[in-house]
């Protein structure tokens, strides 16, 4: 399973992006799509996740309010909103997916991973 993330690039402080995650080859009916981001010398933490009908997600505390996921299943296609940036921000953002209907947002629980897209933010 091949997951493209795209949308990332260098964006000022203030500003807002909107990054998608395709997964074409996916065929499973229930599913999980995550975002996990890893800022420079930094592991790799859990952004936000949601089911592929969208009915849940999760959120980590640190990005509450500013960031929105979103799902188009009929597209195989998630979307995170990212408003208000900030340099925190900063770092490379992850596509993964989890083959199973289960919300968790636990890396250690996801299946595939893309290649990731960068994010900069600019003073």
């Known amino acids: 399973v091949q997951l493209v993330e795209s949308g990332g690039g260098l964006v000022q402080a203030g500003g807002s992006l909107r990054l998608s995650c395709v997964a074409p080859?996916?065929?499973?009916?229930?599913?999980?799509i995550g975002w996990f981001r890893q800022a420079p010398g930094k592991e790799r933490e859990e952004v936000s996740c949601?089911?592929?009908?969208?009915?849940?997600?999760y959120y980590a505390d640190s990005v509450k309010g500013r960031f929105s996921i979103s799902s188009d299943a009929a597209k195989n296609t998630v979307y995170l909103q990212i408003d208000s940036l900030n340099h925190a921000d900063t770092g490379v953002y992850y596509c993964a997916a989890r083959n199973n209907w289960y919300l968790t947002c636990r890396k250690d629980a996801m299946d595939y991973w893309g290649k990731g897209t960068p994010v900069t933010i600019s003073s």
């Open positions: 080859g996916f065929t499973s009916d229930d599913y999980v």
């Open positions: 949601i089911t592929n009908s969208g009915s849940s997600s």
